[in-house]
């Protein structure tokens, strides 16, 4: 089980190369490291269930968590690759992909936010992030997250599934999220929408969370 993960949100222009790469390194390339040292003796035995924590972000970028979403798509290629020659050496990948889970993890990484100076963007920008964003995200969190535990009982169905998914998602609010992005290849649709959640009618987003 590969659950090694950093986050980061906020105006692209007030992260450094240094963070990201940092951010890369772990949750990315932490898994790539990992399936590297077991993906051999799993195909040797031809046997093996390799489960990845993603992210629903991996399948759907989310406004000011540009590089956190980069690390999650980079995630769900890499296992989306790997799966079909997995298969082959009847080795299970499965993708567990939560929404907002309620932990420390991101109650730091919001805490972070709201200290962070924000003086290398523009003050229209800082003010979308300080104002908006964080503001929903609480919303959101306090809505629709989930517990640590919940997320632990869906991996562990996951494990003991006799024939394990490739993706699971665990939290049915964002279904419609991902079919979004599928329901039309050119992205208008998706970009569309969801511009107007943030923009347009943040009021109405916030009202039907809580």
């Not at 759907?60 to 406004?63: F, N």
């Not at 569309?192 to 959640?197: C, G, P, Q, S």
């Given at each position: 089980v590969s659950n090694a993960g950093v986050g980061m949100a906020g105006p692209l222009e007030c992260q450094s190369l240094a963070a990201m790469q940092s951010l890369m390194d772990t949750n990315f390339f932490g898994l790539v490291r990992l399936v590297k040292e077991v993906l051999p003796d799993m195909k040797r035995r031809r046997g093996g269930h390799i489960v990845v924590i993603s992210s629903i972000m991996g399948l759907?970028?989310?406004?000011f968590n540009d590089i956190y979403s980069a690390s999650k798509f980079a995630v769900e290629g890499f296992c989306e690759s790997l799966v079909v020659q997995a298969l082959r050496f009847n080795v299970a990948i499965s993708l567990v992909e939560p929404g907002p889970v309620m932990t420390e993890f991101e109650t730091k990484l919001y805490e972070e936010a709201e200290r962070a100076d924000y003086s290398r963007t523009d003050p229209e920008t800082a003010e979308i992030f300080t104002k908006l964003y964080l503001r929903n995200s609480r919303d959101v969190f306090t809505s629709l997250g989930q517990t640590p535990e919940d997320i632990a009982e869906h991996t562990l169905r996951v494990i003991e599934a006799a024939r394990p998914p490739f993706r699971h998602q665990t939290n049915v609010a964002y279904t419609p999220m991902a079919a979004l992005k599928h329901a039309d290849p050119s992205g208008a649709l998706m970009t569309?929408?969801?511009?107007?959640?943030v923009f347009k009618y943040d009021a109405v987003l916030r009202f039907g969370l809580r």
């Open positions: 759907q970028g989310i406004v569309d929408a969801f511009y107007k959640l």
